[in-house]
């Protein structure tokens, strides 16, 4: 089993940056994911990255704001935002893929039934 601990976010205006990290505990998943939930809505993928290869994937509704990267010496991944807008506000989550999953095609889908490991959340909140 994998751990993640999460550090990150808070409060920003709009058009303003945060960055989120994750840690993850002994080893590093072959794909981990970061996914946001807000007040009322479901749970939904922001993107992920194949760490095995360095592969990124994005919803559309974050490409070109949001970057995904990874320390693999330190068991880590990273989400980057920037120009961030008051709908980007949630908690974030990152998470790892199940191993029985963990190939370049699951971890481009960014489906959550893919994702067994979560961490404790991250609330990120952007006024305007």
């Known amino acids: 089993q994998v751990q993640l601990v999460e550090s990150g976010g808070g409060s920003v205006q709009a058009g303003g940056s945060l960055r989120l990290s994750c840690v993850a505990s002994g080893y590093m998943p072959t794909c981990m994911g970061w996914f946001r939930q807000a007040p009322g809505k479901e749970r939904e993928g922001v993107g992920s990255?194949?760490?095995?290869?360095?592969?990124?994937y994005y919803a559309s509704s974050v490409k070109g704001r949001f970057t995904i990267s990874q320390d693999n010496a330190k068991n880590m991944v990273f989400l980057q935002m920037n120009s961030l807008k008051p709908e980007d506000t949630a908690m974030y989550y990152c998470?790892?893929?199940?191993?029985?999953?963990?190939?370049?095609?699951?971890?481009?889908?960014?489906?959550?039934?893919?994702?067994?490991?979560w961490g404790q959340g991250a609330q990120v909140t952007v006024s305007s």
């Open positions: 998470a790892a893929m199940r191993p029985s999953y963990s190939d370049d095609v699951f971890c481009s889908r960014i489906s959550r039934g893919d994702f067994g490991y």
């Open positions: 990255i194949y760490t095995g290869g360095g592969s990124t």
